[in-house]
């Protein structure tokens, strides 16, 4: 991806600044100091740091693996092979890997299989290794370790061993991963096992908890919608997908498709994320979207995008590119700060409170109305760097038949055969123009996603005239080397009305632009006027920068404190004040210029005063 592209540029940063301050972190919390003190045998009654900080130098790892692939680089490529090497000694001779359980001072192994995390920290482990493997290093020491504890979760909850589950499900998905890109059938059968054994109460279950909490109350293919902690979840469906599809489950994979639609029908926020419950950190019930409660963690998002993305590969449907899209831009790119040093973990559609975080320190706090550098429970900004670390994997699909282009941005594709130059401005243009340079056959299908919002969109080939085309798939047929697609879709801001049975936003609108969500900020409101009082009006949305301005009007609304109720015996008629115009700004960019208050949703003019 060029690097001055909108995903190019984010992807620079990542690797400039992201990989090195996850890892300075790591070092100053001692979390990388737990691997030595395994290896060297150390009592570790004092370990830092919570039982999953392994998982987030796996996660670290993994971004490193992918980064390396895209572009290598020598500095890096050192760092790497000297973080491996602290992970690789701390590995026990029977291929467990871990330093929260089982060593002097500590519990013993698997003693806590609902919160200890051991297995969810080596599927991560697993994930880097794979990561390696696939840009070119199948016999990295990384991939060994990576073996050696697969090795060693078969033979301790195979058939006939251990009969249980993590707590946090991930194991799953990496099992089935390793399982394809190491070609061992084995680990795909144990991640089976371990969907085929999630649902059954068999984990136990902490106080203020729940099975729902781990999935465990419903077996997988019996469920309808998903529930519970989000990541969880998410993580789950993604691995059941690579189950159900490796091992030709059709059963299976029919009931995750159910669980998809209606999650995506009743429990998804308009940016893409999920998780409406800071209690649990999970899934609501259905319509149940308050913006300013909204939890939309980070990595419910990542999680989101990895079970979406599997199953398009196997059903090809294209509303789950359509949905990747819309969690990339308004969740993954909302996280990280444009140093790529802070972040978001959750991810409000309506900030009440313009609060600082510690911007020098661990924040304690999830949410928060500007980006932190870091967590007491830091789980996103690694999960970002991976992300955006893989994303040309998500961006394109190549089978028999051509090349699918998915996401759009600037740069040279080479994938089966095709070579592809990109040239687009996306999402700030709508314009996508590709060149084929080089085609796998004489003719070959080149086909191109047309997103959901984008009625009116206009396709051209080699020059000739353009035609109209409906959101879904376009294809341009006999493909070959200078071939000329350019894609035309329309940027206009559109007013998005919710759904009336997501009680939280009755009688309030949204602006989107393209892929974007907008978003309204005090910072942007005239002195005095607050954000609580602004009201849309009829009047259409205007492109304006990278975002739109709106017609706004206000009202004057009683904010005395008198000690009364803030009810009344009849309907609020709030005075009419003064219309102005407000400028919306994409949702990802939101508190960039410090702490505001911000919101999404806007009540209407006219539902205000009915």
């Known amino acids: 991806m060029d690097a001055e592209g909108f995903w190019g540029h984010r992807q620079t940063t990542n690797a400039r600044a992201t990989l090195s301050h996850c890892r300075e972190w790591m070092d100053r919390l001692g979390w990388l100091d737990n691997f030595d003190r395994v290896a060297d045998g150390a009592v570790l009654d004092g370990r830092t740091g919570w039982v999953f900080s392994d998982s987030e130098v796996y996660k670290l790892l993994e971004a490193m693996a992918w980064e390396l692939g895209r572009a290598p680089e020598d500095e890096l490529a050192a760092t790497f092979t000297a973080l491996v090497a602290r992970v690789a000694r701390a590995q026990d001779d029977d291929g467990y890997l871990g330093t929260a359980f089982g060593h002097p001072g500590q519990a013993p192994r698997y003693s806590d299989l609902s919160m200890g995390h051991e297995l969810y920290n080596m599927g991560h482990l697993l994930q880097a290794a794979v990561a390696r493997s696939r840009t070119g290093h199948p016999h990295d020491l990384l991939v060994e370790v990576a073996r050696r504890a697969a090795d060693h979760i078969c033979r301790e909850f195979g058939e006939g061993a251990r009969d249980g589950v993590c707590g946090h499900a991930e194991i799953e998905v990496a099992l089935a991963e390793a399982g394809r890109a190491f070609g061992e059938r084995r680990y795909l059968d144990q991640a089976r096992l371990f969907v085929e054994r999630r649902g059954r109460g068999s984990l136990p279950v902490p106080p203020l908890q729940s099975p729902e909490y781990f999935q465990d109350d419903v077996p997988v293919r019996e469920a309808h919608v998903l529930r519970g902690h989000a990541v969880r979840a998410l993580y789950l469906s993604a691995g059941a997908v690579d189950v159900a599809v490796d091992t030709g489950d059709d059963e299976l994979l029919v009931a995750l498709e159910r669980q998809w639609r209606r999650t995506v029908g009743r429990r998804t926020y308009l940016t893409g994320g999920m998780g409406s419950r800071h209690q649990d950190e999970g899934f609501g019930d259905d319509w149940e979207l308050p913006a300013d409660r909204a939890y939309c963690e980070t990595c419910a ?40 040093r802070s972040f978001f973990y959750a991810n409000p559609l309506h900030q009440r409170d313009a609060v600082a975080s510690a911007l020098d320190g661990v924040n304690p706090r999830a949410e928060g109305g500007v980006r932190a550098p870091w967590f007491e429970v830091s789980c996103c900004p690694t999960n970002v760097a991976r992300t955006l670390a893989s994303l040309s994997a998500y961006a394109l699909a190549a089978d028999d038949d051509g090349l699918t282009v998915l996401q759009y941005a600037a740069g040279v594709v080479d994938a089966d055969g095709w070579r592809l130059r990109i040239d687009t401005r996306y999402p700030a ?18 086909r191109l996603r047309v997103p959901a919002w984008a009625e009116g969109a206009v396709v051209a080939v080699d020059g000739g005239p353009g035609r109209s085309v409906r959101p879904g798939w376009v294809d341009v047929d006999g493909a070959v080397a200078g071939t000329r697609v350019v894609l035309e879709l329309p940027l206009d801001p559109r007013v998005t009305f919710p759904d009336e049975r997501i009680d939280a936003v009755r009688g309030a609108a949204a602006i989107e632009r393209g892929p974007l969500v907008l978003c309204l900020e005090s910072v942007d409101l005239p002195d005095g006027v607050s954000l609580d009082d602004v009201r849309l009006t009829s009047v259409p949305p205007r492109p304006h920068a990278d975002g739109a301005r709106v ?12 000690g009364g109720l803030p009810y009344r015996p009849g309907p609020t008629r709030p005075e009419g004040g003064g219309t102005f115009e407000a400028d919306f700004v994409p949702y990802h960019r939101w508190a960039e210029r410090g702490p505001s208050r911000m919101r999404v949703f806007v009540p209407r003019e006219a539902a205000a005063s009915s």
């Open 301 to 340: 998002g990542v999680a989101s995008v990895m079970f979406s993305w599997r199953l398009f590969l196997q059903t090809g449907d294209v509303r789950y590119p359509d949905l990747i899209e819309r969690t990339l831009f308004n969740v993954v790119a909302t996280s990280p700060g444009e140093d790529g």
């Open 429 to 446: 243009e709508g314009r996508v123009a590709i060149t084929v340079r080089e085609a796998p056959k004489d003719a070959a299908r080149l």
């Open 551 to 562: 017609t706004v009007t206000t009202v004057r609304s009683d904010h005395s404190s008198d």
